[in-house]
């Protein structure tokens, strides 16, 4: 008997995100079973019982009338979430070694990138000025980031190999051995209040848009060796302000900012993004998604499934992560 289908909306328009590359991995990884490239595939929408998707656009899963398992092939599902058609299905997220050593190392360069001094390194080697600045421990600067899944906790404890003083703050209570953890609002300006370098990698939900802000950035300790806080976005672009971003650099109140993710992208080419000074601008690859893990990653739980075992990592919709 020929298994349920698996059907294959990826929606990315770069290279990494090339929907021939994932077919490939799929057909390999899902041998027992149709793997369908839509909306090239020739099928009957009533084979599908599975979707491993990125960014469908709304309303393409509710063509499906025996869905049983959607699978997102990125870590953040807030494309799906505004779907008011999505079927009631389980929603289960990517968490693999892969994707969380991957933001482990973008978290911890661009951290590293701003302590020692890169930004202004940089310029001064495109001036051939030999000027270089007092240097300051990893110990003096405190680093706090806002999300402490399993992305957030991985990047705490690699930076608190390096020596930084690490604190995290979460909605609800976490406990991370060596690290200081906040949560909840009657805690949060206590966490920011002691944070030289903010590293956001909250998931994108109606509480925390545009949680990156003026009223925010204010908070940020003003008494490091950075002399103004410093902003790493890797999470959503919709949790920031952009406008307040672009103010607050240009006035002080940041001291520099590394962004991965965009309100709107690609990014414009019209950003101020592009060419501003203190910014430094990658094109939402901190967590580059790798099809060899993702793929396996998603048949072993479609293999959990068909076995009466329970899915790993599903989101829970009310909380929208």
């Not at 709304?58 to 990125?74: D, K, Q, S, T, Y």
């Not at 890169?118 to 000027?131: G, H």
């Not at 600067?141 to 992305?151: H, K, N």
């Not at 302000?241 to 709107?264: F, R």
Request: net charge neutral; proline share 7%; glycine share 8%.
């Amino acid at each position: 008997m020929t298994k349920g289908a698996l059907a294959l909306l990826v929606h990315g328009g770069t290279e990494n995100w090339s929907p021939q590359r994932w077919k490939r991995r799929f057909d390999e990884v899902c041998s027992d079973r149709p793997v369908l490239l839509l909306p090239s595939a020739a099928f009957h929408p009533a084979e599908v019982h599975y979707a491993a998707v990125w960014k469908p656009r709304p309303g393409e899963l509710a063509a499906f009338p025996n869905l049983r398992v959607i699978f997102n092939l990125g870590a953040g599902v807030d494309a799906l979430m505004v779907d008011r058609t999505l079927p009631d299905v389980p929603l289960v997220r990517v968490a693999v070694g892969d994707l969380t050593a991957r933001m482990t190392e973008y978290v911890v360069l661009h951290v590293l990138m701003h302590h020692r001094q890169e930004p202004y390194l940089r310029q001064s080697q495109r001036e051939k000025r030999w000027a270089p600045k007092s240097q300051w421990a990893a110990g003096a600067i405190s680093v706090g980031i806002m999300g402490l899944g399993t992305l957030g906790a991985d990047a705490t404890d690699a930076l608190m190999r390096l020596g930084f003083r690490v604190a995290g703050w979460s909605r609800s209570p976490k406990t991370i051995d060596g690290i200081e953890c906040f949560h909840g609002e009657a805690q949060f300006d206590a966490f920011l209040r002691r944070t030289d370098i903010l590293v956001c990698l909250l998931p994108l939900t109606p509480e925390t848009r545009h949680i990156l802000n003026r009223r925010l950035f204010e908070k940020l300790n003003r008494t490091s060796p950075l002399g103004a806080p410093v902003l790493i976005n890797a999470g959503r672009g919709g949790l920031q302000n952009e406008a307040d971003i672009l103010q607050c650099l240009d006035d002080g109140t940041l001291g520099g900012a590394s962004l991965d993710v965009y309100a709107t992208e690609p990014l414009p080419t019209d950003s101020p993004f592009w060419t501003h000074p203190k910014v430094v601008l990658t094109p939402h690859n901190a967590a580059d998604t790798d099809p060899d893990e993702i793929s396996k990653y998603v048949a072993e739980q479609i293999r959990r499934f068909e076995a009466g075992e329970a899915l790993e990592n599903v989101v829970d919709r009310k909380r929208g992560y």
